[in-house]
């Protein structure tokens, strides 16, 4: 069964076809791309098949089915406004078998707190015994990129360590986040 995940504002589900044209024009947005991989912008061919990607990221955990990358719709609206959800950080074998924590918003949606409110469903279904029983999660954020390490302090994620990503020889912060931590934090 699929899992789909409602906050005050958003719809976090799996994907639909239609999701393409939005996702291809934030792949093309310079200020959505700064800090994702390489820093450049997506053409529609590359884009498509990072959609493709994102889309295989739902797959099996432990033999229990597993969400990977929500697609973010708003309630108020229906309009897709990013992603946010797991993935396995193939990006960075040394985190490996940890899951990654990851969001991307159109920068139309930026500002809104709407990274913070997906992220925050998405680590309570990633906790919870009866979701994904997981132990822990980390966040690799490139240095620099100011607003997503501005989430991940909401999240309470702490820096655990610095690391070069070998793909592309950028600096990430390698962020945290244990169950323990997530369960005693302030709401």
């Known amino acids: 069964m699929p899992v789909t995940l409602v906050t005050n504002r958003l719809a976090l589900r ?16 310079p200020a959505v791309m700064e800090h994702i991989g390489d820093g450049t912008t997506r053409d529609r061919e590359e884009a498509t098949a990072s959609f493709e990607n994102v889309r295989a990221t739902w797959g099996p955990l432990d033999g229990a ?20 959800g ?19 918003l159109d920068s139309s949606a930026w500002g809104d707190g ?7 469903a998405v680590l309570d279904w990633a906790f919870a015994a009866d979701g994904g029983g997981l132990d822990r999660v980390v966040a690799a954020i490139t240095l620099g ?11 309470a994620m702490s820096v655990e360590r610095r690391t070069i990503i070998p793909a592309h020889q950028s600096w990430v912060d390698i962020y945290e986040l244990d169950a323990a931590t997530w369960a005693a934090r302030e709401r």
Request: net charge negative; glycine share 4%.
């Open 14 to 29: 799996q994907w639909r076809d239609d999701d393409l044209e939005p996702f291809v024009a934030m792949s093309d947005d």
């Open 65 to 84: 089915e597993r969400p990977g990358l929500f697609a973010l719709e708003r309630l108020d609206d229906q309009r897709f406004i990013g992603f946010c």
């Open 86 to 104: 797991l993935s396995s950080p193939d990006f960075l074998p040394e985190l490996l078998p940890t899951l990654e924590i990851g969001w991307r």
């Open 114 to 120: 709407y990274a913070t409110e997906a992220a925050t």
């Open 145 to 155: 990129n100011d607003r997503s390490v501005a989430v991940a302090e909401r999240l």
